[in-house]
């Protein structure tokens, strides 16, 4: 069964004024990619469609017609209710997320500005060290964890893949023994995680890329490790969508390594149910839906 989103009708508005799904985006300040897929969740809750596709833009159906004095008065009412002005006395309801050091930083500087002009009533609390925290005792509203949560009354679901690839400075690479396979690498400093801090068995992927690999430079922080991989100390595993930021890295053994994790977002059946953790879940799920070209490097590239 579908069901409709009220919140839909703005995206469905916009599409009527604009004709087109670009200018849409940018007067309601997000993506075509959005706005498409917010149409498309209108259509299949409706049941029917909405607008004809053409090179012109988007042609509003008979059905369509329809919709729209529905809507208006919708609108029209939505303006006229009382607006709780506390986020703005410096009141608004804080927002504790628990994520991965490596997510968090994509979060602020990717996501975190468009959430706070989506969501001005929220504020933020990111929390970078989930291992600190309880999940049983609820101490986070919203977790992105590296491995779904399978258990009790909390729910997980997949937002985005990610790959992984050893990175090294190619000083360090002329000035060490050539690697032409994984266990060459034995003869290098590796930098990794220290194996009793790693809070997810996401995070322990040396043994993927060789069994006996141990890590001889070692730090609980990836920022840590990349800085160190970036200094020329040694080798390293390293998210693609943070080292690809660096033109001095290069990639060692990309036709050999290549691997592939999933950031998982898990919370509480009680606070999925409220319209804001809906509302901040769909954002999260479709902000790194449209992201998800530049957190794995492409097949033809490893």
């Excluded at 991965?100 to 959430?115: I, K, M, R, V, W």
């Excluded at 400093?189 to 890329?209: K, N, S, T």
């Excluded at 840590?224 to 998210?239: D, E, F, S, T, W």
Aim: charged share 20%; glycine share 4%; net charge neutral.
């Amino acid at each position: 069964m579908s069901y409709l989103i009220w919140d839909d009708l703005q995206f469905f508005l916009a599409v009527i004024r604009e004709k087109q799904l670009s200018r849409a985006a940018r007067v309601l300040g997000t993506s075509h990619v959005t706005v498409s897929r917010r149409i498309d969740r209108l259509e299949q809750a409706l049941n029917t469609r909405l607008f004809e596709r053409n090179p012109h833009g988007y042609e509003p159906t008979p059905a369509s017609q329809r919709l729209i004095e529905t809507a208006e008065r919708m609108e029209e009412a939505a303006r006229q209710l009382p607006v709780d002005r506390s986020a703005s006395s410096g009141q608004a309801r804080s927002l504790r997320l628990a994520m991965p050091e490596g997510f968090a930083s994509l979060f602020s500087t990717q996501l975190l500005p468009e959430f706070l002009a989506r969501f001005p009533q929220l504020s933020p609390e990111i929390i970078t060290m989930p291992q600190v925290l309880s999940l049983s005792r609820r101490e986070a509203d919203i977790w992105v964890t590296l491995d779904p949560v399978t258990s009790g009354p909390y729910r997980s679901q997949p937002l985005a893949d990610y790959t992984l690839h050893l990175y090294a400075t190619p000083d360090y690479l002329r000035s060490m023994p050539a690697i032409q396979a994984p266990a060459d690498l034995l003869r290098h400093r590796v930098i990794g995680y220290i194996e009793e801090m790693i809070f997810a068995p996401g995070l322990d992927y040396l043994g993927e890329v060789h069994p006996s690999l141990r890590a001889t430079v070692k730090s609980s922080s990836v920022f840590n490790q990349l800085a160190a991989v970036r200094n020329g100390v040694g080798i390293g595993v390293l998210p693609h969508f943070i080292a690809a930021k660096y033109a001095g890295l290069e990639i060692v053994l990309p036709k050999q390594v290549r691997l592939t994790r999933t950031y998982w977002l898990t919370c509480h059946r009680d606070v999925r149910i409220m319209r804001w953790a809906g509302a901040v879940i769909e954002f999260l799920a479709e902000s790194l839906a449209e992201r998800a070209k530049d957190l794995m490097l492409p097949e033809n590239q490893s």
